[in-house]
């Protein structure tokens, strides 16, 4: 199943060129074409769905099973310290391309990439009933 204006699925089919570093029947990974670092990949589902939550899960099982050995790939081609794994679902979480897909990022110490966290604490009782009302929806 894919969208045919869909810019991953283009990939995904050869139709639009990218440097790939790994391909198996369920998924494909290649460099991102604005990398944050040197090695920032992208591993996404051949399949096309628009956010993780409409994949089925043996879909995303099969993508998944991947991530472990292209993030040591990428780690010991690029000599990184670390790495962060960033999936996006939907605009107002600053997805750009509606496709599943999960950002590999290469990191160091020093490097220019930040994350605004603005953390806050839950209000008393607040994460009781946010924990209830998700396990509800979970059954």
Same mark, same amino acid.
């Not at 045919?4 to 998924?27: L, T």
């Not at 990949?41 to 769905?49: G, V």
């Not at 950002?103 to 930040?114: L, Q, T």
């Given at each position: 199943?894919?969208?045919?204006?869909?810019?991953?699925?283009?990939?995904?089919?050869?139709?639009? @060129?990218?440097?790939?570093?790994? *391909?198996?029947?369920?998924?494909?990974? #290649?460099?991102?074409? &604005? @990398?944050?670092?040197? &090695?920032?990949?992208?591993?996404? @589902?051949?399949?096309?769905?628009?956010?993780?939550?409409?994949? @089925?899960?043996?879909?995303?099982?099969?993508?998944?099973?991947?991530?472990?050995?292209?993030?040591?790939?990428?780690?010991?081609?690029? &000599?990184? *310290? &670390?790495?962060?794994?960033?999936?996006?679902?939907?605009?107002?979480?600053?997805?750009?391309?509606?496709?599943?897909? #999960?950002?590999?990022?290469?990191?160091?110490?020093?490097?220019?990439?930040? #994350?605004?966290?603005?953390?806050?604490?839950?209000?008393?009782?607040?994460?009781?009933?946010?924990?209830?009302?998700?396990?509800? *929806?979970?059954?």
């Amino acid at each position: 199943m894919n969208e045919p204006n869909c810019v991953f699925c283009k990939i995904a089919a050869g139709q639009i @060129p990218s440097h790939r570093i790994f *391909e198996d029947a369920s998924c494909l990974a #290649f460099l991102d074409i &604005g @990398p944050l670092a040197g &090695g920032h990949a992208l591993l996404i @589902p051949k399949s096309h769905w628009a956010s993780l939550d409409q994949m @089925p899960a043996d879909a995303a099982a099969a993508m998944l099973r991947n991530l472990p050995a292209i993030c040591r790939a990428i780690r010991a081609a690029t &000599g990184c *310290e &670390g790495f962060n794994i960033l999936q996006n679902n939907g605009t107002c979480a600053s997805q750009v391309v509606m496709h599943v897909h #999960f950002h590999i990022i290469p990191r160091n110490p020093g490097d220019e990439f930040h #994350f605004n966290w603005p953390s806050k604490a839950y209000t008393r009782g607040e994460a009781e009933e946010l924990a209830a009302k998700i396990s509800r *929806e979970l059954r």
